[in-house]
């Protein structure tokens, strides 16, 4: 690392002294209770603070009035309740040394009027937008006056709680609504010239400034230009950060560059991986220049060395490394202790947000103590009992996790694995060019695995006997699972699963059929590497939608390819029976509508992807040997305790399974067993 650090540098925002360069901006991981940052939310944001960030700018955005319910677990901004609740967050943040922020918008059309209190939702102007789908009335003068009070209202609740300062959302949202030529068609004085279009906004920072004086930082989020053919030009755009830099009301901008309109534009905001890195770092950089104003931006900055250029190189004033957080949230820390080879990289699978944007709260694919840091510790700690040997068997994401934490904890670990490197189903998943950058949760997990001493046997199929030699404590099997098929009733022996053709043991045929009986990302995966190679191809599936369990970011790049290669995509149908016509294979379909036959398909390889089936001879074989014949306490495990279950007086040692070698699951459902359980050895 260079002496002279970019990133350790302090920032001068007005009044506010930034302890270093790197903040995250404003998101919302839906961690609210009653739209209020309770314990589990402030938990977060102060385990940033621990991790040194010298900004972090909470929801994403907080709500300021009634009419803008909650679309992706917002805060509620418009309920004096939130005072006290910031406050405690904004406090712990302080005393190590975080400057708290927090993001302030009206939803407008970006939401639904079947929420919360069922008012009617509004807009600048009736311009229903595609992802939230709701007609919106266009407002009427006592709308504008009421809105105009609410964000004031709000600003004041946010100078109450002790917050260094807040920012607008201008993408998408009610404000920018007006200056957009995609949504704002007013004729009134709100409408047609810039002047116009850009009042409503200058009310309401007018209105804010009027009521808390100049003792909190105001900021804009704002799109300097749509990148649409609809929208805000880069010209307009630009002139409107000037404008509002030239009215003394606001101290920074947060410059994006694209729209929201569609789930398609915004992965182009929130790129993913196989994506660009930064790709509008140079864009923001450009208007930095040209507005001489402090700059805030985020935009898949996921890495260390990206962040600094930024700084170096005069494009941001402060770079936000958001989802990389979320990753890992010490990341300056371990650059001050020159450990950043240590850091867990962000790999860009973007399970953080398709989670909130699915209903859920945001949790990292390979970090399960983001959002949990209530239960789970972000550092482990050594154990204060005897060191024990670990024996682990099976080296994707849960063994490799299993095997970690048990290092870490200061615990002897024997790795077995039967291939020559570890990785299991990500191995496979990597096979798509694409997605490639997944590996770095298995790379990352194999560092620590060799700085931690864990000895790692690769190509050992290990055996009962093989593990019994170790004379372990604890035996963890992580063997995972294999394809199963008990989706089709008849025929099921013709078709061949998406792994043959991943790891290509079989190559694709001209004409395929594949389906998906499963609905997440590894038939989909199989069906983009078999596009790519060029076959004509369906997917089948009896969901009521294509990919149920793919979120809204990531299904995006596989529509995209699909659509580019003509896949077909056929929902609500089941293939019943497979058998063998002229050389092909003829697939009858089933309608679960209707329980009956529905048609028919002549192809020449059908590919079905149906989750996996355990692979647990080894751990079948080491029940009776062990202590607790495999049983599980789950109130421990889910407290973080040890587990005491002692069924088998004669057994030698505790035995768990993780991830796929118990149920067909998710890397993230892996990688959490394998922390839970090895965390309390």
């Known amino acids: 690392m260079m002496a002279f650090d970019p990133l350790l540098q302090p ?16 998101h919302e991981p839906n961690y609210h209770e009653d739209g209020m940052p309770k ?38 901004a418009y309920k004096d309740d939130i005072v006290p609740w910031l406050k ?52 009427e003068d006592w709308d504008i006056e009421r809105v105009i009070r609410d964000y004031a209202d709000a600003a004041e609740r946010i100078a109450a709680a002790g917050l260094d300062g807040f920012e607008l959302e201008c993408y998408g949202h009610l404000i920018d609504g007006f200056w957009s030529p995609a949504t704002g068609q007013r004729t009134d004085e709100y409408g047609g010239t810039l002047d116009n279009r850009l009042r409503f906004g200058i009310r309401v920072l007018q209105a804010i400034r009027d009521r808390i004086g100049e003792k909190l930082l105001v900021g804009l989020r704002i799109a300097a230009d749509e990148n649409w053919e609809l929208g805000l030009s880069r010209e307009d755009g630009v002139t409107i950060c000037k404008r ?74 402060m770079v936000a490394m958001t989802r990389a957080h979320i990753a890992d949230p010490h990341i300056v820390r371990k650059i001050l202790e020159k450990r950043e080879h240590t850091i867990r990289p962000c790999v860009g699978a973007t399970y953080c947000l398709d989670r909130i944007y699915e209903n859920g709260s945001a949790t990292c694919i390979h970090n399960p103590a983001t959002g949990r840091e209530g239960d789970i510790p972000h550092e482990i700690s050594r154990t204060t009992g005897p060191a024990k040997t670990v024996a682990v068997v099976g080296a994707g994401p849960a063994g490799l996790e299993a095997a970690r934490v048990s290092a870490e904890r200061g615990h002897r670990v024997i790795l077995f694995e039967a291939a020559s490197t570890a990785g299991g189903q990500v191995r496979l998943l990597t096979q798509l060019k694409r997605r490639r950058e ?59 699963s998406g792994w043959d053709i991943l790891s290509g043991d079989v190559k694709p045929a001209p004409e395929i059929l594949l389906l998906d009986d499963n609905g997440g990302h590894p038939g989909i995966v199989a069906a983009e590497y078999i596009a790519d190679a060029g076959s004509k191809l369906e997917i089948m599936t009896p969901e009521r939608t294509f990919a149920v369990d793919v979120g809204g970011l990531n299904i995006v790049p596989y529509v995209r390819n699909f659509t580019r290669k003509g896949v077909q995509i056929t929902t609500m149908t089941q293939v019943r029976k497979l058998e063998r016509h002229n050389n092909r294979i003829k697939a009858t379909l089933w309608s679960p509508y209707t329980m ?30 062990s202590i607790n014949r495999g049983e599980v306490n789950y109130d421990s495990l889910i407290k973080g305790k040890q587990q005491s279950v002692r069924t088998n007086e004669n057994g030698g040692f505790q035995l768990f399974r993780v991830g796929d070698a118990i149920s067909s699951r998710n890397i993230h459902a892996a990688v959490y067993d394998g922390l839970r359980f090895a965390m309390a050895f």
């Open 11 to 26: 920032f001068q925002l007005k009044h506010l002294t930034l302890k270093n360069r790197l903040m995250t901006s404003s």
């Open 39 to 76: 314990d589990r939310y402030r938990r977060y944001h102060v385990e940033r603070a621990k991790g040194g960030i010298a900004l972090t700018m909470t929801a994403g955005s907080a709500i300021v009035s009634r009419d803008s319910p909650p679309a992706f677990g917002n805060l509620f």
């Open 244 to 317: 509002f830099r030239d009215s003394g009301l606001i101290d920074f901008l947060n410059i994006v560059r694209g729209h929201i309109e569609h789930d398609s534009p915004v992965v182009e905001m929130i790129p993913l991986s196989g994506m660009r890195s930064a790709p509008s770092l140079d864009f923001v950089g450009e208007v930095r220049t040209e507005t001489k104003f402090p700059t805030f931006h985020a935009s898949r900055i996921a890495d260390v060395s990206t962040a600094r250029h930024a700084i170096e190189a005069g494009k941001l004033d």
């Open 596 to 625: 009956e036959d529905c048609g028919e398909r002549h192809v020449d390889q059908v590919v079905v992807e149906n989750g996996t089936q355990p692979l647990d001879e080894v751990y079948f074989e080491l029940k009776e040997r």
């Open 88 to 139: 405690k967050l904004a406090d712990e943040c302080h005393d190590l040394g975080t400057a708290v922020m927090i993001q302030l918008t009206h939803l407008g059309r970006r939401t639904q009027f079947h929420q919360a209190d069922w008012l009617p939702v509004i807009a600048a102007s009736p311009v229903r937008e595609p992802t939230h789908r709701t007609f919106p009335k266009e407002m």
């Open 438 to 496: 997944m590996i770095g949760i298995i790379e990352w997990r194999v560092g620590e695995c060799e700085r931690l001493g864990v000895e790692m046997r690769f190509n050992t199929y290990a055996s009962a006997e093989d593990v019994l030699a170790v004379k372990p404590d604890i035996v963890v099997i992580a063997t995972g699972g294999v394809p199963q098929d008990k989706t089709i009733r008849e025929g099921a022996d013709l078709a061949v």
